[in-house]
């Protein structure tokens, strides 16, 4: 079977190969592959930026966003061939920490997870995989090709859970959402926020084109520049903030309103520095009675809490976030920039 490699830390080292397929062991969910979708990370991961092979390997094969079609599954698993399927990223640490121990490895305290086509455990751009039954996640069929969109889902259900959690330290009646970022994890955010009936406001640098149009179909407001979201500064009661900037990530917590709630869901680069009044900006949060927190990965039942969002929502407008798709033998030009671009996806080719 041909699988994607790249060794972790080299840059410019991806590459398709064949590699045997393993006999199925019958404990585990035999998956042919059928999309992987492209993010980010995976960018940072090629680029040599970070990654983890596993144990006594050189090499990880890429791939975390994950949808395959079951082949072969254990008797008595509740799986069955014809299944959809997703694969969990994270993986709890063999320790296993505290949170690890109780199925909240997305909140793992010691760093020893580990997690698919990113630390120490292969990813899922191959033809054919193995997956634990325990650690997939079954689609609905109805959803198709969309399942690929499960994981960037789970990350945003874990982020509304928490944002309601921390919004419930007192009475949390939210009306007013700014999210900054209309990629794909900020478009999820807005469907979920949508699906929670709230005023929904988007912000991000583009003026035309799909994300715009994405933004428009699900009948909320879109603003290109930050001067329009003026009349809301100060009464805006939830931020997710999706672009990981660091200039627009301080204006945001300077836009929040009264026991406001500002999720940071995206990943800045660093290496920049941004002049502050740190003090003000710390007033403000204490007497505003604010709450700034940082939202990652997700564990089972953010998984669970996103398929049901996904098949709650307009296949019509799902389909408006997969903008590209690429064989899995053309790998490279899912790397190749390329504009009005919302998510891109490799697709299997058996």
Same mark, same amino acid.
Request: proline share 6%; hydrophobic share 40%; with cysteine.
């Given at each position: 079977?041909?699988?994607?490699?790249?060794?972790?830390?080299?840059?410019?080292?991806?590459?398709?190969?064949?590699?045997?397929?393993?006999?199925?062991?019958?404990?585990?969910?035999?998956?042919?592959?059928?999309?992987?979708?492209?993010?980010?990370?995976?960018?940072?991961?090629?680029?040599?930026?970070?990654?983890?092979?596993?144990?006594?390997?050189?090499?990880?094969?890429?791939?975390?966003?994950?949808?395959?079609?079951?082949?072969?599954?254990?008797?008595?698993?509740?799986?069955?061939?014809?299944?959809?399927?997703?694969?969990?990223?994270?993986?709890?640490?063999?320790?296993?920490?505290?949170?690890?121990?109780?199925?909240?490895?997305?909140?793992?305290?010691?760093?020893?997870?580990?997690?698919?086509?990113?630390?120490?455990?292969?990813?899922?751009?191959?033809?054919?995989?193995?997956?634990?039954?325990?650690?997939?996640?079954?689609?609905?069929?109805?959803?198709?090709?969309?399942?690929?969109?499960?994981?960037?889902?789970?990350?945003?259900?874990?982020?509304?859970?928490?944002?309601?959690?921390?919004?419930?330290?007192?009475?949390?009646?939210?009306?007013?959402?700014?999210?900054?970022?209309?990629?794909?994890?900020?478009?999820?955010?807005?469907?979920?926020?949508?699906?929670?009936?709230?005023?929904?406001?988007?912000?991000?640098?583009?003026?035309?084109?799909?994300?715009?149009?994405?933004?428009?179909?699900?009948?909320?407001?879109?603003?290109?520049?930050?001067?329009?979201?003026?009349?809301?500064?100060?009464?805006?009661?939830?931020?997710?903030?999706?672009?990981?900037?660091?200039?627009?990530?301080?204006?945001?917590?300077?836009?929040?309103?009264?026991?406001?709630?500002?999720?940071?869901?995206?990943?800045?680069?660093?290496?920049?520095?941004?002049?502050?009044?740190?003090?003000?900006?710390?007033?403000?949060?204490?007497? =505003?009675? =604010?709450?700034?927190?940082?939202?990652?990965?997700?564990?089972?039942?953010?998984?669970?809490?996103?398929?049901?969002?996904?098949?709650?929502?307009?296949?019509?407008?799902?389909?408006?976030?997969?903008?590209?798709?690429?064989?899995?033998?053309?790998?490279?030009?899912?790397?190749?920039?390329?504009?009005?671009?919302?998510?891109?996806?490799?697709?299997?080719?058996?």
């Amino acid at each position: 079977m041909k699988a994607l490699f790249f060794t972790p830390h080299e840059p410019q080292s991806g590459h398709l190969r064949e590699i045997p397929l393993a006999p199925w062991n019958g404990n585990s969910l035999r998956v042919q592959m059928l999309a992987v979708g492209i993010c980010g990370t995976d960018k940072e991961l090629l680029k040599g930026t970070y990654g983890w092979a596993p144990p006594g390997e050189s090499e990880l094969i890429l791939g975390h966003e994950s949808l395959g079609r079951v082949l072969q599954a254990p008797p008595e698993s509740g799986w069955k061939p014809g299944d959809y399927v997703v694969g969990i990223v994270r993986h709890p640490d063999p320790v296993p920490c505290s949170n690890c121990a109780i199925g909240e490895w997305d909140m793992c305290r010691n760093g020893q997870y580990q997690e698919h086509g990113i630390k120490e455990l292969h990813g899922f751009c191959r033809e054919y995989y193995d997956l634990d039954p325990d650690m997939a996640v079954k689609v609905d069929s109805s959803l198709g090709e969309l399942g690929v969109l499960l994981e960037p889902a789970s990350i945003v259900a874990k982020a509304w859970e928490h944002i309601e959690e921390i919004g419930a330290r007192a009475l949390f009646q939210p009306h007013v959402v700014v999210i900054t970022g209309a990629g794909p994890i900020g478009l999820l955010a807005a469907l979920m926020a949508r699906q929670r009936n709230l005023d929904v406001h988007v912000l991000d640098r583009v003026i035309d084109g799909p994300k715009v149009d994405a933004v428009k179909a699900l009948g909320i407001k879109y603003h290109s520049d930050l001067s329009q979201l003026s009349d809301l500064k100060n009464h805006i009661d939830i931020v997710v903030e999706c672009t990981g900037a660091d200039s627009l990530v301080l204006e945001m917590m300077e836009y929040g309103g009264p026991n406001s709630v500002i999720c940071l869901a995206g990943v800045s680069s660093g290496g920049r520095s941004v002049k502050i009044d740190l003090g003000m900006l710390n007033r403000e949060l204490v007497l =505003e009675n =604010e709450a700034v927190f940082g939202s990652v990965n997700a564990n089972l039942r953010h998984y669970q809490k996103a398929a049901q969002s996904l098949k709650n929502a307009s296949p019509d407008w799902l389909r408006r976030l997969i903008t590209r798709r690429i064989p899995l033998s053309r790998w490279q030009e899912a790397f190749e920039p390329s504009p009005n671009q919302i998510k891109t996806i490799i697709v299997g080719e058996t």
